[in-house]
Nanobody, 123 residues
Framework: QVQLVESGGGLVQAGGSLRLSCAAS????????MGWFRQAPGKEREFVAA????????YYADSVKGRFTISRDSAVNTVYLQMNSLKPEDTAVYSCGAVLYRIPIATTSPRYWGQGTQVTVSS
């Protein structure tokens, strides 16, 4: 039973920071590329950030580059998304996804998905 469980979402003021976590279970964590995606009301789900199975390669959407950082900790099977300098347009449901030996840089890439966590950035 593969499970991805996101946490860390909430309400934050513009310019603030938040760290999201995605805890994985039921899979060989070191064999899966992991990614973060988001979906705002009325909009399509979009790619945010991704990290390779080995953790040596990362990718970011242009909209978050320089502000967000993705990382992974094999000791606790968890992927993180550190979000700094948050903007109201970052408001969305953030979900993590996993795919075997691939880097999920497209919304169609993940084999497994978490249920998401709400991030709301106020003006």
């Amino acid at each position: 039973q593969v499970q991805l469980v996101e946490s860390g979402g909430g309400l934050v003021q513009a310019g603030g920071s938040l760290r999201l976590s995605c805890a994985a279970s039921g899979l060989t964590f070191s064999s899966y590329g992991m990614g973060w995606f988001r979906q705002a009301p009325g909009k399509e789900r979009e790619f945010v950030a991704a990290i390779s199975w080995s953790g040596d390669t990362t990718y970011y959407a242009d909209s978050v580059k320089g502000r967000f950082t993705i990382s992974r900790d094999s000791a606790v099977n968890t992927v993180y998304l550190q979000m700094n300098s948050l903007k109201p347009e970052d408001t969305a449901v953030y979900s993590c996804g996993a795919v075997l030996y691939r880097i999920p840089i497209a919304t169609t890439s993940p084999r497994y998905w978490g249920q998401g966590t709400q991030v709301t950035v106020s003006s």
